[in-house]
């Protein structure tokens, strides 16, 4: 089995900055993509920025040019770093990987989620 646990979320003022980390535990042979979504009171969850094994980066329009998202394959660990965080940047954040299994199995795993509170 996998284990995803994230940590780095909290309570930041507008215009502030929040650093989250994703750290994958278990059986793992590799992972392939991984990213973050979140999800606000009363909304589905949204892709916020995802990073594949070649270290290429998708961002949802609403955070690029202040969210940056990497990885550390070592460590299987991804990161996301949120710069000049709004309010409506308020919600769950959650991390997803796609991981191979040492089995040779495949699977898609989820982190139980990290909040972050954006005040004005």
């Known amino acids: 089995q996998v284990q995803l646990v994230e940590s780095g979320g909290g309570l930041v003022q507008a215009g502030g900055s929040l650093r989250l980390s994703c750290t994958a535990s278990?059986?793992?042979?590799?992972?392939?993509?991984m990213g973050w979504y979140r999800q606000a009171p009363g909304k589905q969850r949204e892709l916020v920025s995802s990073?594949?094994?070649?270290?290429?980066?998708n961002y949802a329009d609403s955070v690029k040019g202040r969210f940056t998202i990497s990885r550390d394959n070592a460590k299987n660990t991804v990161y996301l770093q949120m710069n000049s965080l709004k309010p409506e940047d308020t919600a769950v954040y959650y991390c997803?990987?796609?991981?191979?299994?040492?089995?040779?199995?495949?699977?898609?795993?989820w982190g139980q989620g990290t909040q972050v509170t954006v005040s004005s």
């Open positions: 997803k990987c796609n991981v191979f299994l040492s089995a040779g199995l495949r699977g898609t795993y």
């Open positions: 278990g059986s793992i042979r590799s992972i392939s993509d």
């Open positions: 990073i594949n094994s070649g270290g290429s980066t």
